[in-house]
């Protein structure tokens, strides 16, 4: 194995997880938004709201954990 091939094999690891955090920042943020796109605060949300925003939470958390389970597997 020469020096470029680890490299790229470092540099691969590297940028996928720079990735993954990205991809999950934006789940996370898109998971906490209330009315619209107000990013309304969790006082201002109502029962109804917050348990969407729970139940989009935990769907995004189910989805992060398949998209690892993939990756492993491929």
């Known amino acids: 194995m020469n020096v470029n091939r680890i490299v ?3 540099i691969r690891r ?7 955090r ?3 920042a934006g ?4 998971a906490k938004r209330g009315r619209g796109g107000s990013g309304g605060s969790a006082q201002e949300m ?3 709201e917050r348990a ?3 139940q989009a939470k935990a769907l995004a958390k189910k ?3 398949g998209a690892r389970i993939t990756r492993k597997l491929f």
Request: charged letters at 25%.
């Open 52 to 54: 969407r925003a729970s």
């Open 27 to 30: 789940i996370d943020l898109a």
């Open 46 to 48: 109502t029962a109804e």
């Open 14 to 20: 590297v940028v996928g997880k720079l990735i993954n």
């Open 22 to 24: 990205g991809m999950d």
């Open 8 to 10: 790229n094999m470092i």
């Open 63 to 65: 989805a992060r954990k």
